[in-house]
C-alpha cells in the first residue's frame, strides 16, 4: 500500500507542477502529466516486475491459482485469448488490487474481421476499395470487443502478398501498396478512434512486420528474401502510414528477412520503425516468434533468443516466456543495460496510460443490445456487398428477376454458416449467420426455391447427390450454384500448392452444364482460385469471398439487381499456379511479352515462336486482373486530359476524364489511376495505383472526375534508397482495371 501512495504522490506533484506552468497547451500537459506518471511509475517498479510487463501470456487452461499468483507478484503484463469479459473482470481485479503496484493488464484478441458481427474477410473488404466503409466496420468491431472487455486487437494485417498459394493472403488488404495504405489508415482510425482512452475503442497493432507475405514458395513461415528497395516501395508502405495514424502496436513477425529474423532484426524494428519513422507506441513479438529463433539457426538457446530479441527491440513476448526465464539473469550479469528494459516497459505503460486503463480498468457496462445492432449488421451487409467482384455476366443473365417462376439453388456453399463467417472468427457465431440459401428463400419465397446442396462439404468428392440436382436445374427457370473454399482452406499455416476448387466441385458444374440451363456461379473463397476449367460452361460468375454474417442477404441483393456489383480486385487471379509470384505492377524486363503473345500460348515446348518473358503453354497475362470488376451497368471513358504537359516537382497536375453510365442500371465504378516512371535509377513498374474514386452514376449520367499528382505520388526509394523523384517522361492512366485495354492514358514529364 505504501509503494501505491509514493506513486499516487509522485504523481500529483507532477500534476501540480504541470498546471503552475499556464505556457503549456492542454495536449502538451497531458503529454506532460503522462510522461511523469510513467517516470514516477518506473522509478518505484523492481526489475521483476519491469520484466514482467514485458510478458504476454496465452489463457490456455482457464483461470489456476497459479496463474493469479503470477500476476499479484506482477510476472504478467498482458493476457491474449483469456476466456470472457468475467474472466477478464478478475484477472483485472488481481492485478489492480491483490498486486504491490496495481498496473493493469491489457487483454489483447485477434479481433480481425468483427468481432460478433463479422464483417467480410479483410482480402474481400479491399476489393470495396471504400475505406470510409472499412473504417466504419473497424470501429463496430471495436465496440463490441471493447464492450466485451477487449483493449487491444491484433490488427490490422498489412502484409503485402502476390502469391494466393498462401493461406493468409485472406488477412490482408492484396497485391498494392497504395490501396493496402489507404485501407490502413481506414482501419486504425477505425479501431482506435480519435482518442485511445476512449471505452469503445481498441489499440490496434500492425502486423506482420515484416515482409512476411512474400514467403518463399506461398509456404506459410517461409523464408523471405526482398532487396532493400523492394521492401521500402511494396512491403512497408502499409506500415508507415500505420505508423503515421498512429497506430498502438506493430507485431514482429514469424519470418526471416534476408537471413535476419524479423523478431530480431534491428534494421526494421529500431532504424525504420523507430529512427526513421518516430514510432512511439510498443512491439509485441508474434506467437513464441522469439524463441522461434532456435529452430531458425539464430539462437542458440533460449537465453540466446531473449538477448536478440530484446536488444532488436521487440518490447513484449507473446506466449514464449524467454524474458521471464532470462531477462533478470542478463541485466544483472552486465549483458543488457536495465535502461533497455526501462524502455521497453516505458513503451507498454504509454500505451495502458493512453489507452486509459489506469483510470478504467473494466469494460463498460454494454448498452441493453451490444453485438448485432440492426444498424451495424447493416455495414455488415454493405460492406458484403461492395466487397463481392463480378468476374462474368454473359447475356447479363444476371441480375435475375425478382418474380422468377423457380430457381435451383445448389452447392455446399449455399447453407454453409460457418464457412461463409471465413477465418479468424473466435467470436462470431454460426448462428447469427444468415446464409444465401436463407436469404433467397426469404425473398422469393421457400417454394420458388429448389434446393440441392449436390455435395455435403466443399472438400467431398460423393457425386450420388449430382443426379438431384441436375433434376433440379432442369425444373427451374434459374440456377445459381454456390462453390468454393470452406473457411479452414485459407489463413494461417493453411498454404495450398492447387488452387482449384477442392473436391468434386468442378464436375458438379460440368454435370449442370450438359442441362443447357443458364448457370450462376457464387464463388466463396479466402484466396483467389483457379477455375478456368469450367468458367466457360456458366453465364456469370460472382466472386463472394468469405462475406461474414450476413454474406446471404447482401448476395441475395445483388443476384435479384436490388444493387450492381461494384467490388474491384486488390489481387490478380493466375490462370495457373506455375505464373505465382503475378501482380499487376511488375518490372517489365528486357524482353516483354508482345501483345501478339496474348490469349495463346507461345507455340509448343518443341517450336518456341518468340524471344521474349512468357510461357511457351500457357497466357502469360492473369486470369483476372488486379482492379478488375465488372458492374450490371457500363461506364465509359472520356480521353484522359491534363492541366499541362510538363511539370517540376513543386507542381501539381491535375488529370481528368468524364465517367458516363451508358447502361441501363444505377452504378457505382471505382475509377482507378495509374503511373508509369519510364526511365529511372532502379526499373520502375509498368504501373503503379496512385488514386481511386468511387463515382456512382444513374443510367445516363455523366461526371467529370478529377485526379491530383504531386511530387510525392511521382517519389520512391531510389537506387541510392532516398526518397524522392526523378525527372524524365512519365505515362498516367486512368480506367476500370489496371490492365491496358480497360485504361486510357497520356504522358507528361518532370523536369527540374
Ligand atoms: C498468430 C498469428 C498472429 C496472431 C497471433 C495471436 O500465430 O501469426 O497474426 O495475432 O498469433 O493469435
Redesign the pocket.
Known sequence: MKDKMIVIMAVLAAIIATACNEKTSSLQEAEIILEKRMDSLLSVMTLEEKIGQMSQVNLESGITEALLESIRKGEIGSL?NAGDAINRKQLQQVAMKESRLGIPLIFGR?VIHGYRTVFPIPLAQSCSWNTSLVEKAAAIAAYEAASDGIHWT?SP?LDIARDPRWGRIAEGNGEDSYLGSQLAIAMVKGYQGDDLSDPASLAACA??FAGYGAAEGGRDYNTTLIPETELRNVYLPPFHAAVKANIATV?SA?NDLNGTPATANEFLLKKILRTEWGFRGFVVS??TSVTEMINHGYAAGEKDAALKAVQAGVDME?VSRSFTHYLKELVQSGTVDEKLIDDAVRNILSIKFRKGLFDNPYPQAPDEITFLRPENLEVAKELAIQSTVLLKNDNSVLPLRENIQSLAVIGPLADAPLEQLGMWTPDGRVEDAITPLAAIRKKIGKDRVIYVPALETGRSTDKSQFARAVAAARNASACVVFLGEEQILSG?AHSRAFLNLPGAQEELITELARTGKPIVLVIMAGRPLIFSRISGKVQAILYAWHGGTMAGPALTDLLFGIVSPSGKLSVSFPRAEGQIPLYYNHRNTGRPPQPENQGIPAGTPLDPVNFTSNYLDLDYTPEYPFGYGLSYTTFDYSPVTLSSPEITAGDTLIVRTSLSNKGKYNGTEIVQIYIRDMVGSITRPVKELKGFQRINLKPGESREVTFKLTATDLSFYRKDLTFGTETGEFMVWVGKSSADHDLKGISFSLSE
Open positions: 491474449l485477434d491484433f494485417m502486423k506482420h507485431m514469424f508474434d506467437w507473446m494461417e
